[in-house]
Antibody, heavy 126, light 107 residues
Framework: QVQLQQWGAGLLKPSETLSLTCAVY????????WSWIRQSPGKGLEWVGG???????NYNPSLKSRVTISINTSKNQFSLKLNSVTAADTAVYYC????????????????????WGQGTLVTASS | DIQMTQSPSTLSASVGDRVTITCRAS??????LAWYQQKPGKATKLLIY???SLDTGVPSRFSGSGSGTEFTLTISSLQPDDLATYYC?????????FGQGTRLEIK
């Protein structure tokens, strides 16, 4: 049974860096893509970005300049860093399995998010 | 970005009712459409993927249909446990985008 357990600081001041980690238990870690999604009352669900087992990343253009997603295959973990947070970054952040989209001749892959973490509320406030 | 529009935003129905939620994409997404169920305090659950495929363990009263830009999620006989918010999501191309959600209330 696949379980995603996430943690990180829940209260930040504006301009600080958000840092969250997600550990994956059960199932295969290397055969999947791993994503971060956030949810705020004002914007609903928003895909932040994702990372493959090899470390290849994709980011939402709306956040790309401030986001870094990395992977630690030895620990079956992946992490999110978001720089220079503002009140607009206040949201519940979820880690999830899936979100890979590959469109190449002879190799097409589209996978939804089939397992989610419980979510971490991150508040950016002075 | 592909915009996903769900309707209605809120739906109130009785146990046993047939319930339908609609999702429209701003451009074609083939069949790369997923439906999720979200309940407070619980992990978000994948219900339907590829527009009409039921994920493992999802009750058969849930079904999905559509392709291109128009999609529906149907609950054939509403149960008390179905009280939740439902989201559609396209995974045709990046950035992945979600609908704004449909809150389902039980009368």
């Amino acid at each position: 049974q696949v379980q995603l357990q996430q943690w990180g600081a829940g209260l930040l001041k504006p301009s600080e860096t958000l840092s969250l980690t997600c550990a994956v238990y059960g199932g295969s870690f290397s055969n999947y893509y791993w994503s971060w999604i956030r949810q705020s009352p004002g914007k609903g669900l928003e895909w932040v970005g994702g990372v493959s087992h090899s470390g290849s990343t994709n980011y939402n253009p709306s956040l790309k300049s401030r986001v870094t997603i990395s992977i630690n295959t030895s620990k079956n973990q992946f992490s999110l860093k978001l720089n220079s947070v503002t009140a607009a970054d206040t949201a519940v952040y979820y880690c999830a399995r899936g979100g890979d989209i590959v469109v190449e001749v002879g190799a097409t892959l589209h996978r939804p998010f089939d397992h989610w973490g419980q979510g971490t509320l991150v508040t950016a406030s002075s | 970005d592909i915009q996903m529009t769900q309707s209605p935003s809120t739906l109130s129905a009785s146990v046993g009712d047939r319930v339908t939620i609609t999702c429209r994409a701003s451009q074609t997404i083939s069949s790369y459409l997923a439906w999720y169920q979200q309940k407070p305090g619980k992990a978000t659950k994948l219900l339907i993927y590829r527009a009409s495929s039921l994920d493992t363990g999802v009750p058969s009263r849930f079904s999905g249909s559509g392709s291109g830009t128009e999609f529906t999620l149907t609950i054939s006989s509403l149960q008390p446990d179905d009280l939740a918010t439902y989201y559609c999501q396209q995974y045709y191309n990046y950035p992945i985008t979600f609908g704004q959600g449909t809150r389902l209330e039980i009368k």
